[in-house]
């Protein structure tokens, strides 16, 4: 069963999708590393694939930018599809020197001032936090790859170009001081 964003039929989705915000980094990462990737959907430009990888299926689906466009695609994957995790990848910009240039950053919680939440479920909370088996795993395969990771809190911000009044500290030294935030993105909070 279609939705409006999404025409994939049910079953065409694994249980695990990966998401970028970019449907084109979405392409690449299928089409790189899975193994028959297939195209599921592509409603609006977004792009969706389902294939295998290491003899697991995965999905990998394009959000695009911000909590309201990963907030549609999300729910319906979750509701509609059958789908148990998705895991956001994509870039984020480091608040801090000891996240640098392609380094991977593990949210342990994403803070926002945005009122998404409380919006779409009444959640009053600034911090949501990310499944800990979910975490826990991806910690696991890091360390078998010997990939070292940032763990942290991240800033999910509605916007992306924010005017600097000239206030000191900024306000993104604020929120990396204050609630500990390791680099900003538009989704994980979502």
């Known amino acids: ?5 999404n025409r994939a039929n049910p079953g065409d989705f694994a249980k695990t999708v990966l998401m970028p915000g970019d449907p084109l980094r979405a392409k690449f990462i299928a089409e790189t590393f899975l193994e028959n990737p297939r195209l599921v959907t ?3 430009g977004m792009l969706g694939y389902t294939g295998t990888y ?10 695009g930018m911000g909590m309201p466009s990963i907030g549609i695609y999300s729910y319906e994957l979750y509701s509609q599809y059958g789908v148990e995790n998705i895991i956001r990848v994509g870039s984020a910009g480091s608040y801090t020197e000891k996240a640098k240039i392609f380094d991977v950053v593990l949210a342990t919680g994403a803070y926002s001032e945005s009122n998404y939440a409380v919006t779409q479920s009444g959640d009053t909370d600034d911090i949501q936090k990310p499944s800990e088996e979910l975490n826990n795993a991806l910690r696991a395969s890091a360390k078998k790859q010997g990939i070292p990771l940032i763990e942290g809190t991240i800033h999910s911000s509605d916007v992306f170009y924010r005017e600097d009044s000239g206030a000191r500290p900024t306000y993104w030294e604020v929120l990396r001081d204050e609630k500990g935030c390791l680099a900003v993105e538009m989704e994980s909070f979502a």
């Open 1 to 5: 069963m279609s939705t409006p964003h």
């Open 42 to 44: 592509d409603v609006r």
């Open 54 to 63: 290491q003899g697991h299926p995965v999905s990998v689906m394009g959000s």
